[in-house]
């Protein structure tokens, strides 16, 4: 499993580096997504269901924030 986890971040961080090339800001918006994503539903599956802005400590590097969703946007 981990060669195929191995196989999918490669082809991810190569189609993500393709796309920079050509139009970073869709890019960056895939990056930035997925990350929001991922964020989101690892919080879930440990019972918390966002509803406000998360705030994650960044330690010594910057602190992160993912805002809460805008009225009628995506949840």
């Given at each position: ?38 964020t ?5 599956r ?30």
């Open positions: 499993m981990a060669d195929n986890l191995d196989v999918a971040g490669a082809r991810f961080q190569r189609a993500v580096e393709d796309l920079l090339a050509i139009d970073y800001p869709t890019a960056l918006s895939i990056v930035t997504g997925t990350f929001v994503s991922l989101l539903e690892v919080m879930r440990h019972g918390h269901e966002p509803s406000g802005d998360v705030r994650i400590d960044g330690g010594e590097n910057r602190d992160i924030t993912i805002h809460a969703p805008k009225a009628g946007g995506a949840r």
